[in-house]
């Protein structure tokens, strides 16, 4: 008959982006009733179930590619004999982080004075941000120089996963030179630099001037 038992101990070894590495114990052999022939894994993926099949019973771990970045999967493991499939047992695992793959949104700035400028932004899309965002990195230049002069302020990213998108981030940059035009982006950091936003164009108070509050 099938295997009664299911396998033992699985464990989630190190991911990657695009992988989860799983490994199993055998079968109880008391349980086995026959000569184990290999494993099957099976797992949801994009709407679809997807399997895997190990063919050797001596074979413990099995990496599962092609994965989604920064997603939560559930793998169901089964031994299998020239009888059918056993017990199932599942492990969930995680693949890892990698960099976000679209800018921070709703990019704006305001003249603060004649020597700063107030700069804000939204969220990255949550589907887009690939791992826990830890900080933003707001980078500006002096237009008529070029971005050879490019200068970045990091913002700490201090809120949780769970709290309402699209939240506000805010910075103030200072130390700028009169009635000029500065060119600003943003981008999100994870483990990795992401996209930067389009670039938008503030213009600082003239001399002794203000921001009209």
């Known amino acids: 008959s099938a295997p009664t038992g299911p396998v033992s101990n699985p464990k989630c070894l190190t991911p990657t982006k695009h992988s989860c590495a799983i490994q199993w114990g055998p079968v109880e052999t008391s349980l086995q009733n026959g000569v ?17 099949v190990v063919g050797d019973s001596s074979v ?13 999967y559930t ?8 009888f059918g499939l056993g017990n199932e047992t599942q492990i969930t695992c995680k693949s890892g982080e990698g960099a976000p793959s679209a800018p921070p949104q709703n990019l704006s700035g305001v003249p603060e004075s004649s ?3 107030s700069i804000t932004f939204g969220d990255i899309p949550e589907r887009d941000q690939n791992g826990k965002v ?8 002096e237009r008529a120089l070029g971005n050879s002069t490019i200068q970045c302020l990091v913002v700490e990213n201090t809120r ?8 506000q981030h805010s910075k103030t940059i200072t130390g700028l030179k009169p009635y000029t035009e500065y060119v600003v982006q943003v981008l999100g950091h994870t483990i990795k630099d992401g996209v930067y936003s389009d ?3 503030v213009t600082t108070a003239e001399d002794g001037g203000s921001r009209v509050r």
């Open 36 to 52: 184990m022939l290999g494993y099957n894994i099976s797992y949801m993926a994009g709407g679809a179930l997807k399997f895997v």
């Open 60 to 72: 413990l771990t099995k990496e599962i590619n092609g994965l989604d970045v920064f997603t939560e």
């Open 199 to 201: 670039p938008i164009t």
């Open 160 to 167: 949780s996963r769970r709290e309402a998108s699209f939240d």
């Open 115 to 117: 020597t700063a400028i």
């Open 75 to 82: 793998f169901v493991i089964r031994a299998y004999n020239k």
């Open 134 to 141: 830890v900080y933003y990195l707001v980078c500006f230049y």
